[in-house]
């Protein structure tokens, strides 16, 4: 397999891969060890999200010089929210399995995510100040359009989701509490979907239009 | 006062008015009869499509009345009121899910409130961002 020649990527796929399979004698034959065995399936889930990211956007960077820019971010960035489902799935059914809770638990998960974001937003300066602009005015309205696109589609699901539950449930009735965050992702991913069919759509007219023109 | 500024005091007046004082209003009624079924959905569809139709080509059109800077400002208004809004929606349900439990239950009632909330919120994200670029351009 490709991905696995890459060194960085195979010593951070064992990371992860050992990290979850040592959690699961963990947690099913020493309940003592409390939630060291979900720690050790977050971290591990997180050790091969990261895995996944960096070997993506190593492949982003290996580009042919004719390859359309705004179709590699599409690609990239649809790649992504897909990998990022699949490994939030399973952290959250985890989470939700386990029924972790409490303020303790909220305070951790609050500065994991404020490091994580803070930390994705010192890298992507940093790497603001080295790499040049590479969309045009044109690129970027169509990137404007599509994520315009994606935000209407995602509030209208949230208030149709909304009505219906409410609607079938009853007003006095009670939902579980992990369908409200599944519902939520379950939106973002229908968003990404809709931006990045968008995009493509775009770049087939862009690709018909230089045709025409050379004809 | 501009045309921008003037759209974006009407529009939180507007939002302001409709949302808390009209849907929430209407949501708790409907909590204290506890309505349910499916002819619920339907009535609810009845009056909120058509509602949403004639919004939105309204809003079209008085987009399409504006220069190119007014046009760009809007755009980014929306946008940022649109990261606003998930980002409000992730962090409210995910506080919830890790204060309740995953097996916990919630009611109902707190799922119109949450989304009614966020638009609500997005919406005044969104007429600041436009009365701040208007000031700024003010400035210029």
Not at chain 1, 94 to 108: A, E, R, S
Not at chain 1, 125 to 140: A, S
Request: net charge positive; aromatic share 12%.
């Amino acid at each position: 397999m490709n991905w696995f020649k890459n060194k960085t990527f195979r010593i951070l796929f064992f990371i992860g891969a050992a990290l979850i399979i040592g959690a699961i004698p963990l947690t099913f034959s020493f309940p003592a060890s409390g939630k060291l065995g979900l720690f050790m399936t977050i971290a591990g889930g997180g050790v091969l999200g990261i895995a996944i990211s960096l070997r993506l956007q190593s492949r982003a960077k290996d580009k042919k010089p004719h390859e359309n820019n705004l179709k590699r971010k599409a690609w990239k960035e649809f790649l992504s929210l897909i990998g990022f489902s699949v490994f939030g799935f399973f952290i959250y059914g985890l989470l939700t399995y386990t029924d972790v809770k409490g303020m303790p638990m909220l305070i951790g998960m609050g500065v994991m995510l404020v490091s994580m974001v803070i930390g994705g937003f010192v890298v992507k300066r940093q790497k603001g100040e080295t790499v040049t602009p590479e969309f045009d005015e044109r690129e970027l309205t169509l990137l404007q359009r599509a994520a315009s696109i994606g935000a209407t589609c995602f509030m209208l699901y949230a208030v149709i989701i909304m009505m219906v539950m409410f609607s079938l449930i009853g007003g006095r009735g009670m939902v579980p509490m992990w369908s409200i965050p599944v519902a939520l992702f379950v939106g973002l991913l229908f968003a990404g979907t809709v931006q990045f069919l968008i995009l493509m759509h775009h770049i087939k007219d862009d690709g018909k239009t230089i045709i025409g023109e050379a004809v | 006062m501009t045309r921008l500024k003037k759209k974006a005091w009407v529009e939180m007046a507007a939002t302001g008015i409709l949302f808390v004082l009209i849907l929430i209003q209407s949501f708790l009624r409907l909590v204290q009869v506890n309505a349910q079924g499916i002819h619920l959905v339907f009535i609810m569809l009845f009056v909120g499509v058509p509602t949403g139709v004639i919004m939105y080509h309204i809003e079209y059109r008085r987009f399409r009345q504006c220069d190119e800077r007014e046009k760009k400002i809007i755009c980014k208004a929306f946008l940022i009121s649109a990261f606003v809004f998930i980002f409000y929606l992730i962090l409210f349900s995910l506080s919830a899910f890790f204060l309740i439990g995953g097996s916990g239950n919630i009611p109902v009632v707190f799922m119109p409130t949450m989304v009614l909330v966020g638009v609500f919120l997005g919406q005044c994200t969104q007429s600041f961002i436009i009365l701040i670029e208007c000031a700024k351009d003010d400035n210029e």
